[in-house]
């Protein structure tokens, strides 16, 4: 799950001490949602350990990640654990496994997965916080054991090119034998002629900067078996807001898709060459007026400045074995932007370990991920 504009991009948190009050209050609802816990829909009581996030260059080994608790380490133990430090806009995160739950009771350990009911459906793989962009990863529990070689990145790419109110957080994972990275972004913005190529520039230097510490295990998010790439990307529809207000009304997203410049830098070989976008069937997330349906530019005069509303809110994924099973958006209302869900069937190598002595076989299994979207939005 990822977040743009977590905490408001002002000065104070861009430029000093990291907010992440509303990362552990969201941390906390999805927790509860996931697993069907009491307060899932909303509010929250009930107690929460310190956000747990990695510092960026944290690496774990298989081995460490199977034996260490999810829950936020000791003193000691964060002592002893202590990452290789790597100059970063994110220097200022901690390290720490963290199970985020309202008890500290209840673990999500080796040998240990509890909730309230004893049965929690997922855990927490890591979370990351760089100013306003957030991501999380969370995993089913019959899986946790499979997870290794965990390891985050920050590409900061906003004031002066470097702060992180714009750029990215990538994640890198195994499960089983296949390698997964999931990257989130929040690109620069601006709907002006050639604004574009400085989204282009911005991923350019998110993959030539991304990088993960030496191992076994992939250094560059290209290196990945299977990436999504998700996030606020911010490619706007080059048509006058009249027109492309018209055409949503009339749901013709195709004639909008032709303008898209995601779509066409795409086609043009500028940037994203390889990736995969699902079919859109659903309008623009992009701008709404506070707390409404309406998009913005509709309680603007004619003469002044109206934001096209546009599709910036992006999922695009890369690698073989991955299949899209569905791409929607949701109708929340407490932002300007949409948000957009997808889902994935992932195929999964993993070692056949009733074999591997005698040949070292591997079998091909599929990780099906469950489906949390109750329905398809039906546009056509």
Same mark, same amino acid.
């Given at each position: 799950?990822?977040?743009?504009?977590?905490?408001?991009?002002?000065?104070?948190?861009?430029?000093?001490?990291?907010?992440?009050?509303?990362?552990?209050?969201?941390?906390?609802?999805?927790?509860?949602?996931?697993?069907?816990?009491?307060?899932?829909?909303?509010?929250?009581?009930?107690?929460?350990?310190?956000?747990?996030?990695?510092?960026?260059?944290?690496?774990?080994?298989?081995?460490?990640?199977?034996?260490?608790?999810?829950?936020?380490?000791?003193?000691?133990?964060?002592?002893?654990?202590?990452?290789?430090?790597?100059?970063?806009?994110?220097?200022?995160?901690?390290?720490?496994?963290?199970?985020?739950?309202?008890?500290?009771?209840?673990?999500? %350990?080796?040998? *240990?997965? +509890?909730?309230?009911?004893?049965?929690?459906? !997922? =855990?927490? $793989?890591? #979370?990351?916080?760089?100013? @306003?962009?957030?991501?999380?990863?969370?995993?089913?529990?019959?899986?946790?054991?499979?997870?290794?070689?965990?390891?985050?990145?920050?590409?900061?790419?906003?004031?002066?090119?470097?702060?992180?109110?714009? %750029?990215?957080? *990538?994640? +890198?994972?195994?499960?089983?034998?296949?390698? !997964? =990275?999931? $990257?989130? #972004?929040?690109?620069?913005? @601006?709907?002006?002629?050639?604004?574009?190529?400085?989204?282009?520039?911005?991923?350019?230097?998110?993959?030539?900067?991304?990088?993960?510490?030496?191992?076994?295990?992939?250094?560059?998010?290209?290196?990945?078996?299977?990436?999504?790439?998700?996030?606020?990307?911010?490619?706007?529809?080059?048509?006058?807001?009249?027109?492309?207000?018209?055409?949503?009304?009339?749901?013709?997203?195709?004639?909008?898709?032709?303008?898209?410049?995601?779509?066409?830098?795409?086609?043009?070989?500028?940037?994203?060459?390889?990736?995969?976008?699902?079919?859109?069937?659903?309008?623009?997330?992009?701008?709404?007026?506070?707390?409404?349906?309406?998009?913005?530019?509709?309680?603007?005069?004619?003469?002044?400045?109206?934001?096209?509303?546009?599709?910036?809110?992006?999922?695009?994924?890369?690698?073989?074995?991955?299949?899209?099973?569905?791409?929607?958006?949701?109708?929340?209302?407490?932002?300007?932007?949409?948000?957009?869900?997808?889902?994935?069937?992932?195929?999964?190598?993993?070692?056949?370990?009733?074999?591997?002595?005698?040949?070292?076989?591997?079998?091909?299994?599929?990780?099906?991920?469950?489906?949390?979207?109750?329905?398809?939005?039906?546009?056509?």
């Amino acid at each position: 799950l990822r977040f743009q504009e977590i905490v408001p991009l002002n000065a104070g948190n861009v430029l000093g001490s990291e907010d992440n009050a509303p990362a552990r209050k969201w941390l906390r609802l999805i927790r509860r949602t996931l697993n069907g816990l009491p307060g899932g829909g909303g509010g929250g009581g009930g107690h929460c350990d310190p956000i747990a996030e990695l510092e960026d260059g944290f690496e774990t080994s298989s081995d460490l990640f199977r034996r260490r608790s999810f829950q936020s380490s000791s003193r000691s133990d964060r002592t002893q654990l202590q990452p290789e430090r790597r100059h970063s806009v994110c220097d200022r995160a901690a390290d720490s496994w963290l199970e985020v739950d309202d008890d500290h009771n209840h673990d999500c %350990g080796h040998g *240990s997965f +509890s909730s309230v009911d004893g049965k929690s459906k !997922f =855990c927490m $793989v890591a #979370s990351k916080q760089m100013v @306003g962009i957030f991501l999380t990863v969370w995993i089913k529990a019959d899986l946790k054991n499979a997870v290794g070689n965990l390891k985050v990145s920050c590409v900061g790419r906003g004031l002066m090119g470097y702060l992180g109110n714009k %750029g990215s957080i *990538s994640i +890198s994972m195994s499960l089983h034998r296949t390698s !997964f =990275c999931f $990257v989130c #972004s929040h690109l620069s913005s @601006g709907e002006r002629d050639g604004d574009e190529l400085r989204r282009n520039s911005d991923v350019m230097e998110i993959l030539r900067k991304t990088r993960f510490p030496r191992g076994n295990s992939p250094r560059t998010i290209l290196d990945h078996d299977r990436i999504v790439w998700l996030g606020d990307l911010n490619y706007r529809i080059s048509l006058s807001y009249r027109y492309a207000k018209a055409l949503v009304e009339m749901q013709n997203w195709r004639a909008l898709l032709e303008n898209d410049q995601l779509r066409l830098e795409q086609r043009n070989g500028r940037v994203f060459e390889g990736w995969n976008e699902g079919k859109i069937c659903f309008p623009p997330t992009y701008k709404y007026s506070n707390n409404s349906d309406r998009y913005a530019g509709e309680n603007v005069h004619p003469k002044e400045k109206r934001r096209t509303p546009a599709w910036c809110d992006r999922i695009l994924w890369c690698g073989r074995g991955l299949r899209q099973l569905s791409y929607v958006r949701g109708e929340s209302r407490f932002s300007d932007h949409r948000p957009v869900y997808s889902v994935f069937l992932a195929e999964v190598e993993s070692v056949n370990r009733n074999r591997i002595k005698k040949s070292m076989s591997y079998s091909s299994s599929r990780v099906e991920v469950e489906e949390l979207l109750p329905f398809d939005y039906g546009y056509n």
